[in-house]
């Protein structure tokens, strides 16, 4: 009988003991949800991995601040980890919504920036994160298999109008030309920078310039209808590119310095260098870029008399020259009058945008006009945060 007792309160013990056991396990898993749910900082972000950079916005909520602590203190020690000027803390927005900030990384440092985040332990918090550009697709592995976070594919042009037109509504002296373009092919003149503000009624058509890596050209006819009209593979990845291969400088900044100083006369071939003067049968001044790099062609040593500094200005203004000539012909095709030029090769670039404003004045006579923005390189990272913060709109 006892041996009965003793079984039946055993068995009595262990049934309430894996009742209680299972009812914990299942609110563990309840907090662990909720907590996923509250704490899934993955949609708070938006990623656009390129050829080059990796961009990054991420939004701190006004009601929300401390909740984003840890996701501030990755950003600033990741952005020191990689490099100072990659952080754009003075372009960050406030909206009524919260505050967007901006971070930018070289796409060749994404192993290790995926590296710090499993060190840091920040992906418990972030399960899945909006991405676009190509590194959406190609990296998405990367991001599984290392830190569990799954990238969200967003397409990149799709992304690119999505944050453009959103910067166009919400930040007032967004966009910039260049009034009385009296420049001469080197882009030096007198041209002032002016801030445009245009009536939504007016915006449309417009050709959008996304020069990154290589060079995209839309036609934008409404806030949400575009079509991909053409495009060249001679981009910001070309003038890197060229510049790292034949001169000294080893980055995208160092060359930048280096072009404000540098003359490409000494490398390139005027008007003038082959006429002695002006040719005027076709109202082409002297100083008139004829051939890019074209003295080098004719040196025994080309180098000799050459400053790396000359060579990143002439690369510059062969690489925007060549640009604004496709830009201007394809918004001749697309019949559009405005031509909105985007995307980081114009990020701290003032030589190439007034370069680039005096070939589309050059080249329609005065008929079209170019127009920058001070968030340039940053639209298809805003449109993938958008994907989930739709009440930021
Ligand atoms: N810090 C930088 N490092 C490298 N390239 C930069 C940097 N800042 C600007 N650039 C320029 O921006 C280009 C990349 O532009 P981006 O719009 O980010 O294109 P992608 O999405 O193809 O990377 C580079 O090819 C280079 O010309
Ligand atoms: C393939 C791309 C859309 C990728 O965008 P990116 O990373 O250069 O910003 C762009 O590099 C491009 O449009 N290249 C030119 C391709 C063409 O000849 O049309």
Redesign the pocket.
């Known amino acids: 009988m006892l041996a009965v007792v003793t079984r039946f309160a055993v068995a009595t013990v262990v049934v309430v003991g894996l009742v209680v056991l299972r009812k914990r396990k299942l609110q563990r898993l309840q907090a662990r949800i909720i907590y996923h749910r509250d704490k899934d900082l993955g949609r708070r972000f938006g990623l656009d991995v390129?050829?080059t950079l990796g961009k990054l916005v991420y939004l701190e909520k006004a009601d929300a601040a401390t909740e984003l602590g840890d996701v501030h203190t990755f950003m600033l020690a990741n952005t020191s980890y990689s490099k100072s000027s990659m952080r754009d803390a003075d372009m960050a927005l406030s909206l009524p919504g919260g505050q967007v900030h901006f971070v930018r990384f070289e796409t060749s440092k994404l192993e290790g920036v995926v590296e710090f985040v499993r060190h840091r332990c920040f992906h418990r918090d972030i399960r899945a994160i909006p991405c676009t550009?190509?590194g959406a697709f190609k990296f998405s592995k990367l991001f599984e298999d290392h830190v569990g976070i799954t990238l969200e594919k967003c397409d990149?042009l799709a992304c690119l109008i999505q944050g453009l037109g959103f910067v166009m509504r919400h930040v007032p002296d967004e966009c910039y030309t260049f009034k009385n373009v009296a420049l001469n092919h080197q882009g030096m003149g007198e041209a002032t920078k002016t801030i445009v503000h245009t009536p939504t009624s007016e915006l449309y058509p417009f050709l959008l310039v996304?020069i990154?890596?290589?060079?995209?050209i839309l036609k934008v006819t409404s806030a949400t209808e575009y079509s991909r009209v053409?495009?060249?593979?001679l981009?910001g990845?070309t003038y890197l590119g060229l510049c790292k291969l034949l001169s000294k400088y080893k980055s995208f900044d160092e060359a930048m310095v280096a072009s404000i100083a540098g003359d490409s006369n000494a490398v390139d071939m005027t008007v003038g260098d082959i006429y002695g003067g002006n040719y005027t049968q076709f109202n082409l001044s002297a100083d008139t870029l004829a051939s890019s790099f074209g003295k080098m062609g004719t040196k025994y040593e080309p180098k000799s008399g050459v400053k790396d500094e000359d060579v990143a200005r002439s690369l510059l203004i062969m690489i925007t020259t060549n640009i604004g000539q496709v830009a201007y012909l394809s918004a001749q095709r697309s019949d559009t009058q405005r031509i909105y030029f985007c995307?980081n090769f114009l990020r701290q670039n003032e030589i190439a945008s007034r370069q680039l404003a005096y070939a589309i004045d050059y080249w329609s006579k005065s008929k079209m006009q170019a127009q920058f923005f001070h968030h340039e390189g940053f639209f298809g990272a805003l449109g993938a945060l958008l994907t989930h913060n739709q009440d930021l709109l």
Do not use: I, R
């Open positions: 390129g050829g550009g190509g990149e996304n990154g890596s290589g060079v995209s053409s495009g060249t593979s981009g990845g995307g």
